[in-house]
């Protein structure tokens, strides 16, 4: 370290706030002013965007001396306990959480962020002993202690591992537009069922039985990416689908067991479309320190999101039997979260993300169609709400907690037509495979930064180096 960093304990670097939460008694206190910021809503992310709940003007009022204008938030209770937040509006917090309001004449909020998650083992260690439910009080966390260069220094630090963090941050900005994207189609599409209205409304008024503008199909038509769409080329009758893309649907409706669907699809069983549906498992005594990746309950989150900190694995022979199986993961699986508290859980893999190669444990269906192009399909149909209760109530009448085979094949699945369960797989193949490079470049980016976190903080690397490391990442 260079001889001009210098130590701090926490207090010394600004005024320490610990948070309070408004008497339970009075609701009205809660409301829509300032966001109220509990450990349940550090979730991983560098800066405060949303929190669960929000402070009333009333609960500002009573809790006025707690607000934490800017600075650094830590979690000081429970298994969030060390986790940091960069606090860049006014906020509250309730009284689990200190936060340190800078003295930016001494310390870069940025880099204290940093400083504060390179000791997040440590903060936690420092509560965790002698108690149930690890604890840090004001006074414990006050006293700690970080290195620091100087101002201009702590800057550059923090751009380094700042520039990082921002590009992870678009991509998941990106990917949430993208799975939007793909949610508004499978929605127009297989429940709105809007170009079959359409059709049927174009019909209706060719026929003289109605007249006005024929109803737009699609609110997001410009922004998918099929050829003419973003020339405005359309069906008659259908001014949001290219004419080849109109054609695949029917300009009528049938009554079905779920309701009314269009003309020739069908209301069938997931068992009419499933070819596989497989749980894994782990060997005896558990999961291993090193091995392959096993997915569990922990890592079936949603579409592109998975929580690499919280991987476990089996051993490479153990693997191979789950191969054999079926229970290794393929290319645009569906998985299903089958007991315990978040039944009902599901995402999808692919383009080797999160792994080239991992399997399932116990608690974890794969599901597989009979044909590649239901994939996509599949996973959003199961993803409705109105799905995810019927897989939830599956769980009901059972004394053992979870979800069995026979239950998840009985499940109620919409059957289009092939040809337009096919031409929707081709347009949200584009932006999955978009969402899943997304995904990987955002893996890389985060294990640089973590990489270069401990060095850069403690001194060990000069700022020049990490640039050129950043800019040809090779460690």
């Known amino acids: 370290m260079a001889g001009s960093w210098q130590r701090y304990r926490i207090g010394e670097l600004g005024k320490v706030l610990t948070g309070r939460t408004p008497p339970g008694t009075h609701p009205d206190y809660f409301g829509d002013c300032m966001p109220f910021l509990t450990p349940t809503d550090m ?11 929000s402070l009333s003007q009333l609960g500002v009022d009573r809790l006025r001396q707690a607000i934490v204008p800017h600075g650094v938030a830590v979690s000081c209770i429970g298994w969030q306990m060390g986790k940091p937040l960069l606090v860049d509006r006014p906020v509250i917090t309730n009284q689990q959480i200190n936060s340190i309001v800078a003295d930016r004449t001494r310390i870069e ?69 993208l799975e939007a994207m793909a949610r508004a189609l499978f929605k127009s599409w297989f429940v709105a069922f ?4 359409a059709k049927a409304e174009g019909q209706a008024r060719q026929d003289g039985a109605r007249s006005g503008q024929p109803r737009k199909p699609l609110n ?36 079905s067991e779920l309701g009314e669907i269009p003309m020739g699809w069908r209301a069938g069983r997931l068992d009419d479309v499933l070819a596989e549906l497989v749980s ?21 989150i949603g579409l592109g999101r998975y929580d690499f900190s919280k991987e476990k694995y089996v051993p490479q022979e153990f693997f191979e039997r789950l191969k ?26 692919d383009c080797d993300f999160p792994h080239a190669e991992c399997a399932i444990n116990e608690h974890v269906f794969i599901l597989r169609p009979r044909r590649s192009e239901e994939q996509r399909f599949l996973f959003f149909w199961l993803d409705q709400a109105s799905m995810t209760q019927e897989i ?19 499940l109620p699945v919409l059957l289009p037509k092939d040809e337009v369960v096919d031409a929707f797989d081709q347009l949200v193949a584009r932006l999955t495979a978009r969402l ?29 180096v990490a640039e050129r490391l950043i800019k040809e990442p090779t460690i």
Not at 282 to 298: L, Y
Not at 397 to 410: F, T
């Open 280 to 300: 894994g498992a782990r060997p005896k005594g558990g999961a291993v320190e090193e091995g392959v990746p096993s997915i569990g309950a922990e890592n079936v």
């Open 324 to 349: 054999l199986n079926g229970a290794a993961v393929r290319a645009g699986d569906v998985l299903l979260y089958k007991d315990g508290a978040q039944i009902g859980r599901k995402t999808y893999f």
């Open 436 to 464: 899943f490079a997304n995904c990987k470049e955002s893996r890389t980016l985060a294990a640089l930064r973590d990489t270069l976190l401990p060095k850069l903080i403690s001194g060990a690397l000069r700022i020049d």
């Open 194 to 197: 809007d170009p079959v209205r």
């Open 43 to 53: 979730d991983g992310r560098r800066k405060v965007e949303t929190t669960g709940r």
């Open 109 to 177: 909020e940025t880099f204290l962020y940093y400083a504060l998650l390179s000791k997040r083992n440590e903060i936690f260690a420092l509560g965790a002993g002698g108690s149930r439910t690890p604890i840090l009080n004001k006074s414990g966390f006050e006293s700690i202690t970080i290195e620091a260069p100087p101002l201009p220094e702590q800057r550059a630090i923090a751009h380094i591992l700042g520039a990082l963090d921002d590009k992870i941050e678009l991509n998941r900005r990106m990917n949430e537009t």
């Open 392 to 410: 939830v109530s599956l769980n009901s009448n059972s004394a053992q907690p979870g979800i069995n085979q026979p239950g998840v094949r009985g």
């Open 220 to 255: 997001v038509a410009s922004d998918l990416p099929w050829p003419g769409a973003q020339a405005g080329v359309g069906a008659e009758g259908d001014p949001g689908l290219p004419q080849p893309l109109a054609n695949l649907f029917p300009d009528s409706f049938q009554d």
